[in-house]
């Protein structure tokens, strides 16, 4: 699927796989002497764009709002004209339930190219965090997890500038406030113009932030874009944000079952239980179904608020 067939390269593992299609019924209109069948980043990118391809609905930025099309995102957004699928993903191994990788190689794999970002100086001028920092690694600010997966909230493969202005302006998240979801735009723009100097059109952030003074994360739950919604119930667990908690409880209602099933999912790592087992509650019951667990939910939610107040 991937070579076009390789029976010489699996007779004899020395002998490198062809990326040339190869088929006594198929006529090639290439001169064979210079045609590429090497490992060439845009062999390499094809192979892997015969599956991961595909139309998907898109937030403002025109990135994908769920995954298997990462090749089409990929060629949207910037590095590509150099890049190649397999300087961050071994095709020969599968990537597991989890992404294998840690931080620093994920960092690595960006500074083999932007290697003046390898000083520290010019990289604390570039990121504004401290090293090793959430702040400070590449892929969290220009391939943020904005991207629905089986089950889990991944990394998109646009990788964009996190001043990006369709995103700002639609409200859709950004990697400021993914890391920051108690703050409000207001102090996500003044950061954004004073590192960046970037300016933003006042009317369009008027219009898609109802409250300006609203912490962006909560904003983001209630956002009529249920993509937007979704990235932002998986944050945050991701985050530890108890304090949105009764925010986060109101989306075990939302109308599209993946946006449920997410945020049962976080509702669950926040208060640690299983909400099936402590309430009965699971997310793919009918709006009926769901009214007795919720209202349990909630009861012992403002319950362990009072005592919290009271302690």
């Not at 113009?193 to 008027?206: C, I, K, M, S």
């Not at 009529?224 to 304090?243: D, G, H, Y």
């Amino acid at each position: 699927a991937c070579h076009l067939g390789c029976q010489e390269h699996v007779r004899e593992p020395e002998t490198p796989p062809s990326f040339a299609p190869q088929s006594p019924h198929l006529l090639v209109f290439t001169d064979p002497h210079t045609l590429a069948t090497h490992n060439t980043p845009e062999n390499v990118n094809a192979a892997c764009a015969r599956c991961h391809v595909g139309n998907r609905p898109t937030y403002a930025g025109g990135m994908s709002t769920w995954n298997s099309t990462e090749y089409t995102d990929a060629m949207r957004g910037g590095c590509y004209s150099q890049l190649s699928c397999i300087h961050c993903h071994d095709p020969h191994q599968a990537t597991g339930l989890t992404w294998p990788k840690t931080p620093e190689q994920d960092d690595a794999s960006c500074l083999s190219c932007h290697r003046q970002y390898g000083q520290p100086d010019f990289r604390l001028q570039h990121t504004h965090h401290p090293a090793g920092s959430a702040g400070d690694r590449c892929m969290n600010c220009h391939m943020p997890r904005i991207n629905e997966g089986m089950q889990d909230v991944v990394r998109t493969h646009t990788i964009f500038s996190p001043t990006q202005p369709d995103m700002i302006h639609a409200n859709h998240p950004n990697a400021c406030n993914l890391c920051h979801l108690e703050r409000n735009i207001l102090w996500t723009l003044r950061y954004l113009r004073d590192w960046y100097g970037r300016e933003y059109a006042a009317e369009l952030v008027t219009q898609n932030y109802p409250d300006l003074e609203q912490p962006v994360g909560l904003s983001w739950l209630q956002h009529p874009f249920e993509s937007t919604r979704l990235v932002a119930a998986e944050a945050m667990s991701r985050q530890n944000s108890r304090w949105a908690l009764r925010s986060l409880v109101e989306l075990l209602d939302d109308p599209f079952l993946l946006n449920r099933q997410f945020t049962q999912q976080s509702v669950e790592r926040l208060l640690n239980l299983e909400l099936d087992e402590a309430v009965g509650y699971w997310y793919y019951m009918t709006a009926s179904e769901r009214l007795e667990p919720l209202a349990e939910l909630k009861r012992r939610l403002a319950e362990l608020e009072t005592a919290a107040g009271a302690k």
